[in-house]
Structure formats: C-alpha cells, structure tokens
C-alpha cells in the first residue's frame, strides 16, 4: 500500500483550537511533496432525541462562514476525554439536557484531505432537563423539529453543515428510530 | 440576527491549498474574542454513475490522517474556475472519464467551526472513458462499487469522508436514481 513517509515537519502555529505543521513528504516516486495539516483535537456531535420523537437543534454564528447555522449539538474533545463522555459534556452545556442513553452511530473525518478532525456521532434519548451552561463565547439558540423536515431542509439547501447533514441522514438511514 | 464583527484580522500562513488567519471579534455582550480560520478555496464531489448503475469511487492516501481512504472523486476549485467546470475537469483527471451529464445535488460546509471551505456534489452520468490526468503529485486506485455497498460500508466505518458519506447518503435519498 502507497503511503507518504514524513521527510521533514515545519510547525507553522499552534493555536487555541487548532495546530498547522506543513509536512514534506517523500512519494511513491521518490519525488517531495508539501503537505499542509490542520491537527485538531476531534469532536462529538450529539443528535438528541426527545420522547415525542423530535430533534434538538442549535442555532449558532459561524465566524469563519460569516452565517447563522443550524447544527445538532457539537463540541470538542478535551484531553484524555472519551467521546461519550465529551457527549454527555456538550449536550447539556449546550441544550440543557442530560441523558445517560447515548448510542454510537459512526465516526467520520470532516476534510481528510488537509485535516485529522474526526467527529463520532451519537443519539441521546431519555432526555432529563436540567441548566444549559454555553462556553462564554458561544451565543446558541435551540429548535425542535421533525427529522423528516430536517432532511427536507438538507434537500432544500438550509441545513450545509456536514456534521449536521451526515448526523440526520445516518440516523434516518441507520439508526432504526423512524 | 447575532454576528461577530471583525476588529482586527492576523494573517499567519498563506499556503498552497490553504491560509490561515486569526480574526478578533466583537461578541454581543462586546467582549473580544478570537476566530482561528482556515480559508480554503472551496471544492467540488463527483459521483459518477456508470450505464450499470456502480459509482466510480477514488482510493488514495491522505496525509493528515495517515490512512488510505475510499471516497469519490473530487477536487478543489481554480481561481474564477465554476464549481460544474471544476467537477468535469476533477471527473476526467481522477478517472477518466467525461461527462457532460451533471447534476447538482447539494453544498455544505465540512467544518464551519474553523473553515469556509464549501463543497459542492454533483452525480455525472453518460460516462465516455477518456484518459486520466491525475495532478503529479497524486495516487489514486479507481474502484466500481453498487451504491447498496456503499451504505452499508458507511454504516460499518469503512467510509470515513465527510464528502464521500454525504455524496452517497444524499444521492440514495434525494436523487431518485434507485
């Protein structure tokens, strides 16, 4: 199997949530290539499901797209976290709900090609309210709906965040609920 | 509607595909904060449809993530290049194949936490063989796969592509081709 063997690594910045090395790497041919590799820690993304069937949606600014997206509840590994842990973490930060019925549904990576961002996808039933507490930065509305409006709403174009679209289409595909 | 003004913006890196910056911003309770962001010039997905009704899929190795990975072919765009143009020109580069057969079926944002980049997917159908041109520093195995296949390797982990799941969820849901 062809694989690129690292000749030399240049660390450009390392960052708050985000590294980026710049990577030189010999190919199949002997010749050099530059690799640049945005590291990030990994994620969860949440799809909280309520007893009557609805899911729990964030609503948030995305500074790097200059947009309000709908997203499901999202957040980022801290170290040495698990992910179902970082998932019971961020669910209630971010909606308010705690839940101890989470169940596995797939891992992805979100842009392989310059980045190792790998985000694990979860349900979580039996819902239990409790107090939401968003990072200081974070301003987040929450929305019920349907999931068969939500995969309408990734038809029609209105849902674009990859998480969010792969979340909704693998629980409806995969997932057995609906 | 909350926004995040920029005060201030430091350029850190300008690469080959990708730059990175770090934005100050303005939060509604006029805090600052910092926006790490990985521009990216946007790309496109191609799931090309054979007259049997396979999907023509990419194998290559992705540095950042250190594994060989199964997706579908795809591509970034060239400066003022068209997102159908960029599919068509990716189409032919990676497979071999022309098309002039495309339809759009869905953009999203991989990562919009820390990224613009945008991909669009497109099905090709009508597939002529032609010659492959992949860029130099390029390998890539092509493999004919039944989309049913493709879901149940999605549901297995054995497609990890944030474009690649989404390509194939989508056109099995919204494409009305099976």
Known sequence: MITE???KTDKIYQGKIINLRV???ELPD???SKREIVEHPGAVAIVPITNNNKIIM???YRKPVE???LEVPAGKLEINEEPIE???RELLEETGYKSEDLEYI?????SPGFSNESISIYTARNLVKDIAQPD??????IQEYEIDELIKMIQEGNIKDAKTIISILSVKNYAKLY
């Not at 797939?106 to 979100?110: A, E, H, I, Q, V």
């Open 23 to 25: 990577d030189t790497v």
């Open 86 to 88: 970082c998932a019971k």
């Open 5 to 7: 063997r690292t000749i």
């Open 58 to 60: 964030v609503k948030q």
């Open 30 to 32: 002997k010749k050099y």
């Open 106 to 110: 797939l891992s992805f990576y979100t």
């Open 67 to 69: 947009e309000t997206l």
């Open 136 to 141: 200081e930065d974070e301003y987040i509305e």
